[in-house]
């Protein structure tokens, strides 16, 4: 199973259609979003849709359960991107994630903001 977090937003969306257009079979596509009733369409699709809240990482064990690859589509809030990404990471570990990708950031090797402490 392949675990596309973000997945309620623009880029995960895009990935999910992109996963489905190479011919992944929507059950084996899962789709971590912060509010899985914002998410019907993707369920509609027979992508298995689950709570996955960076913010809430009493929500990940159950989004990674049975996952074996992970997106993580990496937040856009500066100052939480730090512990989002840990959490999802530490989850990620815990539930046996075969292989993990992290998208980063938009030019992320020529940005001004401080992404690192």
């Known amino acids: 199973m392949i675990l596309v977090t973000g ?3 623009s880029l995960g969306r895009l ?5 489905l257009a190479r011919g992944v079979p929507a059950g084996d596509i899962i789709a971590g979003v912060r509010s899985p009733e914002r998410a019907k369409d993707l ?3 027979g992508v298995e849709v689950r ?3 960076h913010d809430r990482p009493d929500t990940l064990p ?3 359960d049975g996952a074996r690859r992970v997106l993580l589509i990496s ?4 100052g ?17 994630v075969e292989h993990l990708a ?3 950031i938009l030019h992320a090797d020529t940005t001004p903001l401080a992404l690192a402490p």
Do not use: F, K, M
């Open 7 to 9: 997945a309620g937003g």
């Open 15 to 19: 990935t999910i259609d992109a996963l």
């Open 43 to 45: 369920a509609a699709l």
């Open 51 to 53: 709570e996955a809240d």
């Open 62 to 64: 159950g989004a990674l």
């Open 75 to 78: 937040g856009n809030e500066v």
């Open 80 to 96: 939480r991107r730090e512990p989002q990404h840990r959490a999802v990471i530490d989850a990620a570990l815990a539930a046996g």
């Open 102 to 104: 992290y998208t980063s």
